[in-house]
Every structure is written in structure tokens, then in C-alpha cells.
């Protein structure tokens, strides 16, 4: 019997401070709600970010994998393994040129080696008649159909004699034909890219969209590659090297021979000073992933800083509500209430505002991370929704924490107030 009185005091000495909050938060509804409202919208932030920085992640790394497990990157810069060249970053590197790719496409060296295309890139604006649209201009080589696995829809791709004779030739991503030809035929038609006129031999098959700006076949212009660094960007140097191994293994032995074969052409005796980085899937998935997370963390570090605006609110508010009920405070002592009793009430209190509002902004965050991924899957992205159990845990431990952190100080502030001087508090 006395262990049953024992456990019922136990449970009414947590449950009685929870009853007390519960009414004090009725009473002052607006600014209860008020207070909710700063961790609902920093708890709401942080689901977003994690879930749109994972599904973005999923985005990318997807892509990637699609393009093909057999494909080897060269690109100019040095580059140590954990980071990405510096072309990567927008820096022009100008050490990749049209004879390195022949050098390695044609190496006895390399049996593993089935192609290889070469890139530039840039921007143009395309006329033809009346209307005019700007398009991301892809310089290339005629083995581009081969490495990429692309397929022409109408007409044909260009030849390497073509690229060697800087042809005007064009052929056009799909969404392009469209913008410009609208349900025309653009076969064999006349546009103009800058200033000069160059016929349309080609339309590809419809590709769907790439992610956060990568250049989509769909959305480009491709040209014969001498043509585009003659003719339009007045360059000799290559963006990068796509190469095409013959088997996923034999990737190692492909890269090592290519790395080979550039050292001997830049006369580079020390490995160290390389001025060019071989890449492949495996090791772009690695880099994509290091850069993507360190963004991940970055924006969830930000999106934090309003959990802790909620929080110095839920301080603030708390500090008002110890100063209003002194002489509660005082009442409840005078009747026997201790120091951890009063403790236990505001923290509590504190508690239950921002456990509420995580609530509320785990809900929110959710609904805005769906309606973002729909959005995205409008516009032609296979964008995932990736909302991890962990991360809703994570904030719910995260908004109690905040409203225990924040709700100490008026805690221990009210349960240090002396009885008598509360009973003469006017």
C-alpha cells in the first residue's frame, strides 16, 4: 500500500506542473502561439533542408550513374583525391587539347579504350527568321553519339571530316528544335548562332531534364568541335575528355594508361605537378557526394539559426511570464510547493511550447518538402522524396531540447523568488 502511495505522489508530482502549464498557456493564447510560431518555423526549415538536400543528393548521383558505369573523365587542373579539379569550379584550365584526345584514342597503349569525345562549351543566342532563343552551345566530336549512347531523331549527327573542315553544321537538343521550329521541320534550315550561318542536319531524341543547372542535351546546340573553338569561342584548348572503356573492368588499367599517355605528352616527370585529373564514375560519385553534403551541412547549419531565434523567444517569454506570476509562485509555496516544484512547472511550460511547435513544424516541413518534390517531378525531374525517420526524430529531440535549454534560466529565476517578498509583490 505504501509503495503504491509512493509511486501515485510520484506520478502527481509530474503530472500537477503539466496540468498547471496546460491552463497558463490556455490563458495567454496569443502569446503562446506567437512563441510556437518561432520554433515551428525553425524546426519546419530544418526538415526542408534535410530532405530537399537529400533528395537533391539523390538527384544527382542518379544522373551521374545514368550517364554509364564504363566511362572515364579527363579533366584540365591538378586535383588531389578527396576535392575536384579546379575547371570544376568555373576556373579556365587550358592544358586539355584535340591532340591529347587523338593521342589517346588512337594509342596502341590503350586496347581498353573503345572512344573518346572531346568538349567545349558556352552560350550562344540562335536566330532563325524573326524569333531568337539563348541555348547552351556544346562543341564536340563526331564519336559524341557513341560515347554518350545518344540517338538522332531526325536527320544525322556530323562526321569528324565535318569537324575537321570546321563545317557550319548544327544539330539541335530537342527542346531546342522545338523553341526555335516550333512543329516545323528544321531539317537542312538556315540559323544563325552569334553571327554566322550554319544548317541544321539533325534533331535528337528527347533526353528529359538534368538537375541544378547541368547542361541538358535537350536544351543544347551541338557543332562540329574545331568549328566552336575557331569560329565561335575563338579558344584551342579542350573543356574536357569523355572516354569510353570497353568493360566497367577495365577502368583502373584504362586510367592508368591515360595518365601515362598525358605525362609524356606534357613532358611531366613528377607526379605532383599533373596538370590534368583522370576521373572515374566512381570517383565523380565521391566528389559529388563530399561537395553536396558539405552544402547539406552548410544550409542545415543556417537553417538552425532559426531554431535558436525560437528559442531566445521562448526565453524571452518565459522571463515575462516569471515576472507576471510572482504572486503564484509565492501562493504555491506558502501551500508547500518546493523549489523543484516550481523548477519542474516552467521548464515544463518551456518544454511543452516547443515541443508543440515542433510538432507543428515537422507537419509544415513535410508538406513543403512533398509540394517541392511534386514540383520538381512537374518539371520533368525523377525527384525523390526522401524524408528520413531519423531527421523527424532528430528534430523532435531537438525542439524539447530547445524549450529545456532556453526555459532553464526563467526556471531557476522563478523557483529562487522568496515567498514572502511574492505575497507583498503587487
Given at each position: 500500500?505504501?509503495?503504491?502511495?509512493?509511486?501515485?505522489?510520484?506520478?502527481?508530482?509530474?503530472w500537477n506542473p503539466i496540468i498547471i502549464s496546460y491552463k497558463n498557456l490556455m490563458a495567454t493564447k496569443l502569446r503562446s502561439f506567437l512563441t510556437i510560431l518561432g520554433v515551428v518555423i525553425g524546426v519546419a526549415s530544418v526538415i526542408i533542408i534535410m530532405a530537399v538536400g537529400r533528395s537533391a543528393q539523390a538527384l544527382i548521383i542518379d544522373q551521374i550513374q545514368g550517364v554509364g558505369s564504363n566511362l572515364i573523365a579527363v579533366l584540365p587542373g591538378a586535383s588531389n583525391e578527396d576535392g575536384p579539379p579546379a575547371s570544376v569550379f568555373g576556373i579556365a584550365v587550358t592544358t586539355l587539347t584535340y591532340d591529347d584526345?587523338?593521342?589517346?584514342?588512337?594509342?596502341?597503349?590503350?586496347?581498353?579504350?573503345?572512344?573518346?569525345?572531346?568538349?567545349?562549351?558556352?552560350?550562344?543566342?540562335?536566330?532563325?527568321?524573326?524569333?531568337?532563343?539563348?541555348?547552351?552551345?556544346?562543341?564536340?566530336?563526331?564519336?559524341?553519339?557513341?560515347?554518350?549512347?545518344?540517338?538522332?531523331?531526325?536527320?544525322?549527327?556530323?562526321?569528324?571530316?565535318?569537324?575537321?573542315?570546321?563545317?557550319?553544321?548544327?544539330?539541335?537538343?530537342?527542346?531546342?528544335?522545338?523553341?526555335?521550329?516550333?512543329?516545323?521541320?528544321?531539317?537542312?534550315?538556315?540559323?544563325?548562332?552569334?553571327?554566322?550561318?550554319?544548317?541544321?542536319?539533325?534533331?535528337?531524341?528527347?533526353?528529359?531534364?538534368?538537375?541544378?543547372?547541368?547542361?541538358?542535351?535537350?536544351?543544347?546546340?551541338?557543332?562540329?568541335?574545331?568549328?566552336?573553338?575557331?569560329?565561335?569561342?575563338?579558344?584551342?584548348?579542350?573543356?574536357?575528355?569523355?572516354?569510353?572503356?570497353?568493360?566497367?573492368?577495365?577502368?583502373?588499367?584504362?586510367?592508368?594508361?591515360?595518365?601515362?599517355?598525358?605525362?609524356?605528352?606534357?613532358?611531366?616527370?613528377?607526379?605532383?605537378?599533373?596538370?590534368?585529373?583522370?576521373?572515374?564514375?566512381?570517383?565523380?560519385?565521391?566528389?559529388?557526394?563530399?561537395?553536396?553534403?558539405?552544402?547539406?551541412?552548410?544550409?542545415?547549419?543556417?537553417?538552425?539559426?532559426?531554431?535558436?531565434?525560437?528559442?531566445?523567444?521562448?526565453?524571452?517569454?518565459?522571463?515575462?511570464?516569471?515576472?507576471?506570476?510572482?504572486?503564484?509562485?509565492?501562493?504555491?509555496?506558502?501551500?508547500?510547493?518546493?523549489?523543484?516544484?516550481?523548477?519542474?512547472?516552467?521548464?515544463?511550460?518551456?518544454?511543452?511550447?516547443?515541443?508543440?511547435?515542433?510538432?507543428?513544424?515537422?507537419?509544415?516541413?513535410?508538406?513543403?518538402?512533398?509540394?517541392?518534390?511534386?514540383?520538381?517531378?512537374?518539371?520533368?525531374?525523377?525527384?525523390?522524396?526522401?524524408?528520413?525517420?531519423?531527421?523527424?526524430?532528430?528534430?523532435?529531440?531537438?525542439?524539447?531540447?530547445?524549450?529545456?535549454?532556453?526555459?532553464?534560466?526563467?526556471?531557476?529565476?522563478?523557483?529562487?523568488?522568496?515567498?514572502?517578498?511574492?505575497?507583498?509583490?503587487?
Open positions: 500500500m505504501d509503495s503504491r502511495l509512493r509511486g501515485n505522489d510520484i506520478i502527481m508530482r509530474f584526345l587523338q593521342a589517346i584514342r588512337n594509342s596502341r597503349r590503350l586496347p581498353e579504350i573503345e572512344d573518346g569525345a572531346g568538349y567545349v562549351s558556352g552560350s550562344v543566342s540562335i536566330s532563325y527568321r524573326d524569333s531568337s532563343v539563348n541555348a547552351s552551345l556544346t562543341g564536340t566530336t563526331a564519336s559524341y553519339l557513341n560515347v554518350e549512347d545518344s540517338e538522332i531523331g531526325k536527320g544525322r549527327f556530323f562526321t569528324e571530316e565535318e569537324n575537321l573542315n570546321l563545317s557550319r553544321v548544327a544539330v539541335l537538343g530537342n527542346q531546342v528544335a522545338k523553341d526555335v521550329f516550333g512543329d516545323g521541320n528544321p531539317i537542312n534550315q538556315r540559323i544563325e548562332i552569334g553571327d554566322q550561318n550554319f544548317q541544321v542536319i539533325g534533331v535528337f531524341e528527347e533526353r528529359g531534364s538534368s538537375a541544378f543547372g547541368a547542361q541538358s542535351q535537350d536544351d543544347s546546340i551541338f557543332i562540329p568541335l574545331k568549328t566552336a573553338q575557331k569560329n565561335i569561342l575563338g579558344i584551342n584548348h579542350l573543356g574536357f575528355i569523355r572516354l569510353k572503356v570497353k568493360s566497367p573492368d577495365l577502368i583502373d588499367s584504362a586510367k592508368a594508361g591515360t595518365v601515362t599517355i598525358l605525362r609524356d605528352r606534357h613532358n611531366i616527370k613528377d607526379p605532383t605537378k599533373d596538370d590534368f585529373s583522370v576521373r572515374d564514375q566512381a570517383s565523380a560519385l565521391e566528389t559529388i557526394t563530399t561537395v553536396t553534403n558539405a552544402l547539406r551541412y552548410f544550409l542545415l547549419a543556417i537553417g538552425s539559426i532559426s531554431l535558436i531565434v525560437g528559442g531566445v523567444g521562448i526565453m524571452n517569454i518565459m522571463l515575462i511570464a516569471v515576472s507576471q506570476r510572482i504572486r503564484e509562485v509565492g501562493l504555491r509555496k506558502a501551500v508547500g510547493a518546493k523549489n523543484e516544484d516550481i523548477l519542474y512547472q516552467f521548464i515544463i511550460e518551456s518544454a511543452t511550447v516547443s515541443f508543440v511547435g515542433g510538432v507543428i513544424g515537422i507537419i509544415f516541413g513535410v508538406l513543403i518538402s512533398l509540394i517541392i518534390a511534386l514540383i520538381g517531378q512537374a518539371l520533368g525531374y525523377e525527384w525523390p522524396l526522401l524524408i528520413s525517420p531519423v531527421s523527424i526524430l532528430i528534430a523532435v529531440v531537438i525542439s524539447i531540447g530547445v524549450g529545456i535549454l532556453f526555459g532553464s534560466y526563467p526556471a531557476r529565476k522563478a523557483s529562487k523568488i522568496s515567498p514572502m517578498e511574492a505575497l507583498r509583490y503587487e
